[in-house]
């Protein structure tokens, strides 16, 4: 709870459309973020799903974990299937087979969902304008199948697809920068959030619920069991990606950039990556190398933020 | 109340596959994944809900005395809520079923 | 629209009987011979000649998913794809049965690649066969106007709940101008009542579609869709009659042309139908003792329509529009070889290939095929099929 100055849990909505009983690991961080969102959204929602750890914990057969209307189709495809609840309903309330009703229409789906195979259809749908939010809880790898590396993996991560050996540092690419990629469709709002920090979260859900077309929301859901780090720090870690800025908290809104969450001190990325197995094999020469790009990254932001 | 998987058979099903009783995963008690177990010293509790809204489990409840405690058929025993607990008065024992 | 006789193109047709349908939803993707239909429908709400939401998608695979998500909140649904379209979308085509979401599709039939081509055959609708969709096959543009309203008609009903594939040969139908009895509004609004989907997505009466299934649930999930889409067979023909009695015009899940008293007939699906009736006409002229059995109803398969065609048939020549590479046949042959063998008297089942890719299958050539078939029949010669026409 930190860097807030007004503390207020006991105001949060109390009502719960996320519920227990759901089958994520401990500690998960993106069953949290789930329920945040979930509690900013209220009721009157309708989820699309993707194919990932989400929809397989909160949905074996014959029990669902949701309290809102929610529909799983297939993996790639939670963008352009809530694209049709909202044209549809759009069509049956304006011909009044439909009474009026606002409802928030979101998709929400895993990075690998979101930056690899579902990146088509989210384009499509985001240029189409649904009024529409996409939620892409991005926990850095596909872990429902095996914690296998997406194109949102960070460089020098070991995962079960890109692992750290002799002639190998782990993933050798660069996080795909999502967040831009829905900015460059000229959407109204986009922002970063990490359930670390819990009222920003919860905000930006509101605020993208509110504003009329398409909303994205990149949250950063720390995985213990991908991460390897034990399940009662996955909130810490979350909280030390922001504060090294290894994943800084911003909104796109209209077309002007602003940091939600200035960390002061930054801490040193180290911080971050010590105590994550994922890390664990990189020397000092990477950490710093990771350092001198985050800084790079968090100084081209503010820029863009104090540009406007 | 859903039936348990195996006594299910195909006539049962909804339509589609769908479930219509909602929130019916709340029948799946995760508390039996648990190693260890959250405890609250009441004393120190300044009642703040810290540990309410972190918990992925949605397995913390708030009591009449507004003091909250881990639902132990939900808590799965991450441990997340003693790490975050900002005065400290929530510790972790080993369960013994 | 009130009742009139047109000349228009068959992929307009269909494009205004949606409109009469009062469709809530479009979404598609641009592929040849689809085109028409998909562009019309624009046209359409365009201007305001109906009131529906167009969604243009960026691939086919979102054009079903997209009405998936419509059909999932109630919305009456249209789509149209061809070929590669239909591949594309084939994973969320599996999904739209057992979700039993009632999406209607214009599937303007057309060839697979490799190679590529825009032509018409039938592998593309064989390939999905077993997805667990309602298949319909027309064979002239009065026939794909009126069956618009039929899949509609069955797609939605509450006995049914099951998305339904229209299948149209592509070019030799959809860009032919022909002549078409449009029915008026009136008629079309009491033949498909309003859609009211029992428990669609809406935030009133949550419920959850699509959930994830262990192996203890898999197989009764399966079951179910199984069985709708057999039982589905009484609503089809049912509809049929409906439409019959408003329209006088009836159709049939297995039609047949003089084949009463025929020894030999050719089976078709789709346009070819009438291309054979020619020549069996010609060939009864010259004594030989043929029909011509039409497949209309693909799924549910039509066993009790097709034994009582086959009855007393000495030979059926099955002339099938796609290959199954490696296997026993073309996937008409196998289906009526495998429903046939176990009846008393089956009838012998010979089995050619030809129109791929619209290559012509003229007159002659039925004449050809159906007398070859005899030939084969007679000298034993009936496994496996016959490539007719290849050069080589």
Known sequence: MDKFSVFSARLVEKGEYFTSGHRACQGCAEALAVRLVMKALGRNTIVAMATGCMEIVSSPLPTTAWEVPWIHVAFENASAVISGCESGMKAMMRKGKLPPKKINFVAMGGDGATADIGMGQLSGALERGHDMIYVCYDNEAYMNTGIQRSSSTPWGASTTTSPAGKVSKGQYTQKKDMPKIAIAHNIPYVATACPSFPFDLMDKVEKAAAIEGPAYLHILSVCPTGWRIPSEEAIKYGRLAVNTCVFPLYEYEHGEYSLTYRPHPILPVREYIEGQGRFRHLGSEDIDSIQERTRMEYEKLVKLSEED | ?97 | MAKERKGIEVSLAIAEAVGQADCDLISAYPITPQTHIVEHLSEMVADAHLDAEFVPVESEHSAMSVCCGAAAVGARTFTSTSSQGLALMAEIFFIASAMRLPVVMALANRSLSAPLSIWNDHSDTMMVRDGGWIHVFVENGQEAYDHVFWAFRVAEDPAVRLPVALNIDGFIMTHMIEPVDFEDDELIKRYIPEFRMEKPLHPDNPVSMGCFAMPEIYSEAQMTRERALVDSYATCVKAWEEWAAVTGRQYHPVETYRADDAEYCIVTMGSLGETAMAAVDELREQGEKVGVIKIRLWRPFPFDDLYRAAAGKHTLIVLDRAISFGGPGGPVALELRSALCNSPQAPVVVNYVAGLASRDVTVEDFKAIILGGKAKSAEGDVAGFTFYGLRG
Not at chain 2, 12 to 19: N, P, Q, R, T
Not at chain 2, 25 to 46: A, H
Not at chain 2, 60 to 71: L, N
């Open chain 2, 1 to 97: 109340m859903a039936r348990p998987m195996d006594e299910i058979r195909w006539q049962d099903l909804e339509i589609g596959a769908a479930v219509s009783e909602h929130g019916s995963s709340s029948e799946y008690k995760t508390g039996t994944w648990r190693s260890l177990r959250p405890v609250v010293d009441k004393d120190q509790c300044i009642r703040c809900g810290v540990c309410w809204l972190y918990c992925p489990d949605v397995a913390i409840k708030q009591s009449e005395d507004g003091y909250f405690e881990a639902d132990l058929e939900y808590c799965k025993g991450c441990g997340i809520c003693a790490r975050e607990c900002p005065v400290g008065c929530i510790s972790v024992v080993i369960e013994e079923f």
